[in-house]
């Protein structure tokens, strides 16, 4: 079977801020939001440059077995990992067929902007998937992204139902996310899933991003514990990233 060669940004060879454990993490080139908060903007381009590679997943597979003893799982970033979906397929099937990598955990980080298609080809090769939410408003959403959050609030739905929501990720952005009334409907909508997926709380920095993210001011310890006791009271299961500086993709 012919495959789609990946274009990546980056790879990291160890992690331990990309989900649990020690991983590999891809950084894939390509996204599909343009968020005025991007701490990778070179990522969001989806054509290659001089800082760009690619790689057919076999490959990109053996490389990682090199390195597979010394790890907990492989996570898939961007950009947006969704956006080259086919390589995704690819290169969880190749890790996981693999004796050398078959222990490894498979983990997208994504912005949900994916149909139900995409996860369906996903989902049978992948653990689980950590999933952005940028806003439950959806006007706070588009302005922070170019988009509304329709199909981010879908995909967050159907990982859930199908048992492969790792985590949802709110990026608390002062004074332009963290409202109570935005952070109890954000309570709100995840209660109603019914499953309490774990939620990740992590606080803007400018580190990385754009001038036009110059206007945000940074998050402060303070500031997250608020939203993630806020959270908390209305039932969910916060958290507080333990590393700011990585604070999203
Ligand atoms: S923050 Fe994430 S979703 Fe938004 S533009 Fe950057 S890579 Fe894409």
Known sequence: MSSTPGLLADVVPSSFVDGPGNRYVVFLQGCSFDCLACHNPHT???HATAFTHRVEAADLADEIACVAPFLTGVTVSGG???VQWEFVRDLFAALRDRPATAHLTRLVDTNGDADPDVWAELVPVMDGAMVDLKAIE???????TGHGNDRVLESIR???RVG???EVRLLVIPG????PEHVDATARWLVALGSCPPVMVLGFRHAGTREVARRFREATPADLTTVVERLREGGVGARRATDPARADR
């Open 44 to 46: 969001i381009g989806r």
């Open 80 to 82: 947006e990992a969704t």
């Open 138 to 144: 959806p006007d706070v959403h588009r302005v922070l």
């Open 158 to 160: 159907l990982l859930d």
């Open 164 to 166: 492969r929501l790792a």
């Open 176 to 179: 332009v996310n963290d409202a």
